[in-house]
Every structure is written in structure tokens, then in C-alpha cells.
């Protein structure tokens, strides 16, 4: 089933006196189905980011719509946890008050609440740094708070914006591991952004590779492998040296000198 619709969108960053106009995506369209994990692949400044920004709501399309379960999205709800490429956690609340805050919202008991924030330390790894303040903790942690906080209200889509692009490898990987495991625990419907060819195809079951030319889709690749999946298997390393030929096509997908990005110069 249908769960999250890019309908035809189209965005523009409005220009200034000194800088033109922007087309960042133009006419980009695809579906993603119930429970199904999507990585957004791509070169730096595709526009990857502006595209989660809007399927959260935070930003609005210069045309076109995107549907959650047949709905327009016209700002951010509740039913959507996102977690933002900087962390964007609250630096004067401490780690447990940053991922209760994920459940201020929510209709659930206390008690309830309580034993969910606890599930969520647990599974994050935050055992014992409950009462710390961000600033305490390294990127990799404070990562890990913002993937719970966004997890904590039981969200229909969870949106990630490179949310491992700060962790060392070793930790990368196991986090990774977890971030799979829950993904599949929760049959979530999921939409990550991501740079790390091996990343994407260890999470994802489609990996939409974004061009350099208005975002146009490359490539909507299907991993069929097996969860979880083994990196050193040579069918997981025949998807990363495909989808690694991908986005180098991606990335020279220049759009011409003469447009380059302008809609119209102003005067
Ligand atoms: N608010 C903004 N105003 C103008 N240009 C922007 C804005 N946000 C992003 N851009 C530009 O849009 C392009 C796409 O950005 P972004 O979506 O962040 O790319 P990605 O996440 O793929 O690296 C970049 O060239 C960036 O500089
Ligand atoms: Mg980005």
C-alpha cells in the first residue's frame, strides 16, 4: 500500500539582488509503500535534504504535493519523526528529557511514558548518561538521542537526514545494526538520507539515487537481499559497486553552464 506520495514537486529557493533564483528539484516524482525503507542517494547539494525538509513539512514546494496516506502534507505532525542533520537537540535538557520530549504530544499514561523513554535509552546504548546535557556527549551520542527522540511517539514515517554522518566507523556500523532492527521491529516506513553507498544498501530496500541536474532520479534501485544482511556477501558488494557507478553518474549529471541553476537573473 501507498504511503508517502512526491507528486510532481518542483522547489525554488527565491533569489536576491545578488543571487538568482534556485531550481533545487524540478518535477521529481515517486511513491514509497508501507513499510518499506527508502535512501535518498546523492552528491552534496542534489538537493536530498530540501526534499526530507519538505516531506516533513518544515518547507513548503514551490508546486506540487506530497500525499502521507492520501493527505497533503502541509506541515510538520506528529505522525512524522524526523531527525535532523545537526542534531537539533535541546541543549539545556539532559539526554532523558531530550527523548521524552518526543512524546510531549502523546495521549499515552505516565507510567507509559516512563517505560518508553526507558526502552529508548536502552536501545540507543545511553545507559548511564541519562542525566547528562548534550554539550556532554560526543557526535555519535548525541546522535543516538535524536534517532529515539524521533522514534519515541511511534511515528508512521521516520524521516533521517544523514543521521549516522557524524559516527566513526566501528560505532557506525553497530549503530546501523540497531537502526535496522528497530526500523524492521517497528515496520516502520522510512526515508534516510544518506552518502554512504554501503550505508544504503545495508538499510534499504530502494535506494533513490538523485542527480546534480535538478535532482532528477538517476536510479529507484531494489535490494532484494535478505535482512540482515551480510557486508562481506558478494551480492552485497555487487549493490555497493553498482550503486557506487550510480552516483558517479549522478554527480557528473551537470546541468548545462548556460542554465546553471537560473530561472530568471534579476535585474
Ligand atoms: N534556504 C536556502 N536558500 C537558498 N538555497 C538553499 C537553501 N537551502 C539549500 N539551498 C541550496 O539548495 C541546494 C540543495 O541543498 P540541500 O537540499 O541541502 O542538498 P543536499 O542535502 O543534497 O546536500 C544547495 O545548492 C544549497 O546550497
Ligand atoms: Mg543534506
Redesign the pocket.
Known sequence: MECLKIDNITKV?KGNKKEPD?I?LKDISFSINEGEFVCLL??????????LTMMGGFLEPTSGKILLDGNEIKGPGSERGYVF?NYALFPWMTVKENIAYGLKFSTKTKEEKEERVKYLINMARLNGNEKKFPIQLSGGMQQRVAVARALAGFPRVLLLDEPLGAIDFQMRELLQNELDQMVQEAHITAVM?THDVSESVFMSDRVIV?GNNHGHIVSDYKIDLPRRRDRESEEFKKCVTELTSLVRIAFNENITAGEACIMKRRK
Open positions: 529557493y534556485k533545487v546523492g552528491p552534496s547539494g542534489c538537493g536530498k535534504t530540501t526534499l542533520q538520507v538523485l
